[in-house]
């Protein structure tokens, strides 16, 4: 069964593209039709695109990997924060910090701070600085945390990007690219879709329509982190069973060798 249908990407305004003077050629395939000057998108291959990359995702989801999200434009940053938050993946909603993927231990070095920041503060030596000292280091965590926030549980490189309009974000798309990350993307009809691993073509300026795929995207993650406790949980009770048939088979040998001994003993 489709994760979404028709009318639910109608009624969000999913189909909506860009002006047909502002389109790139290579979305041609997933345009509908021109109406008043503006393209529409072929809703039906939406819903078979946001299928192709859930069951994807969740696979990701599934193996314990992070998806990191990135959706810096003000439309998308706050319904992206909320919904992503609510899986604890990472995200991006502030500007990309050129380099956040190809020089990741760079980023990793800026995070670290942060943290010895926050043990400084909580520390006694604290109370020790001066009230200029402690004003400028308060807000370098601030402008740390406005920033990285979001990726400070992120340790290693995301297994793959999901990005909300490829023009906007196209620094990230192309660190992405070139270090062999699968990107994940909302394209529009004014966007590139070449070099988009599992391309969703929706309109990915309104608001609902953002909302409504993202959280597709996020319900897929829900299931395969929930498929992943299951098996987590059922490895967990086999262990959990096999230990105490040892120790049963161990109680078992024991006894037979105290039954041997009580016998020799009765035949002396």
Same mark, same amino acid.
């Given at each position: 069964?489709p994760?979404?249908?028709?009318?639910?990407? #109608?009624?969000? /305004?999913?189909?909506?593209?860009? !002006?047909?003077?502002?389109?790139?050629?290579?979305?041609?395939?997933?345009?509908?039709?021109?109406?008043?000057?503006?393209?529409?998108i072929? !809703?039906?291959?939406?819903?078979?695109?946001?299928? +192709?990359?859930?069951?994807a995702?969740?696979?990701?989801?599934?193996?314990?990997?992070?998806? #990191?999200?990135?959706?810096?434009?003000?439309?998308?940053?706050?319904?992206?924060?909320? *919904?992503?938050?609510?899986?604890?993946?990472?995200?991006?909603?502030? =500007?990309?910090?050129g /380099?956040?993927?190809?020089?990741?231990?760079?980023?990793?070095?800026?995070?670290?701070?942060?943290?010895?920041?926050?043990?400084?503060?909580?520390?006694?030596?604290?109370?020790?600085?001066?009230?200029?000292?402690k004003?400028?280091?308060?807000?370098q965590?601030?402008?740390?945390?406005?920033?990285?926030?979001?990726?400070?549980? !992120?340790? =290693? *490189?995301?297994?793959?990007?999901?990005?909300?309009?490829? #023009?906007?974000?196209?620094?990230?798309? =192309?660190?992405?690219?070139? *270090? /062999?990350?699968?990107?994940?993307?909302?394209?529009?009809?004014?966007? +590139?879709?070449? /070099?988009?691993?599992?391309?969703?073509?929706?309109?990915?300026?309104?608001?609902?329509?953002?909302?409504?795929?993202?959280?597709?995207?996020?319900?897929?993650?829900? +299931?395969?982190?929930?498929?992943?406790?299951?098996?987590?949980?059922?490895?967990?009770?086999?262990?959990?069973?096999?230990?105490?048939?040892?120790?049963?088979?161990?109680?078992?040998?024991?006894?037979?060798?105290?039954? %041997?001994? %009580?016998?020799?003993?009765?035949?002396?």
């Open positions: 069964m994760r979404t249908n028709f009318q639910e990407l #109608l009624d969000a /305004g999913a189909h909506f593209g860009h !002006l047909k003077r502002k389109w790139n050629p290579n979305m041609e395939p997933y345009i509908f039709m021109e109406k008043n000057g503006i393209h529409i072929d !809703l039906q291959k939406t819903i078979v695109k946001i299928d +192709e990359a859930a069951k995702i969740r696979q990701i989801a599934k193996s314990g990997r992070k998806v #990191l999200f990135v959706a810096t434009k003000k439309q998308a940053k706050d319904i992206v924060a909320e *919904l992503v938050g609510s899986v604890n993946m990472p995200y991006v909603t502030e =500007r990309w910090p /380099g956040m993927l190809t020089n990741f231990p760079t980023i990793r070095k800026a995070v670290k701070k942060m943290i010895s920041i926050d043990k400084l503060a909580s520390d006694s030596s604290w109370d020790n600085l001066s009230k200029r000292e004003l400028q280091i308060t807000r965590r601030a402008k740390l945390e406005k920033m990285l926030g979001s990726i400070s549980d !992120l340790t =290693r *490189l995301p297994a793959a990007l999901f990005v909300v309009d490829v #023009l906007k974000e196209k620094i990230a798309v =192309r660190e992405a690219q070139k *270090l /062999g990350i699968p990107v994940f993307a909302m394209v529009d009809t004014n966007s +590139e879709p070449d /070099g988009i691993d599992f391309v969703i073509p929706a309109n990915d300026d309104a608001s609902q329509s953002i909302k409504l795929i993202v959280g597709k995207m996020i319900e897929a993650m829900s +299931e395969g982190l929930q498929e992943r406790k299951l098996e987590k949980d059922k490895d967990d009770g086999d262990s959990a069973k096999s230990s105490k048939s040892e120790d049963v088979d161990e109680d078992s040998e024991e006894e037979e060798e105290n039954e %041997d001994i %009580d016998e020799e003993d009765f035949d002396e």
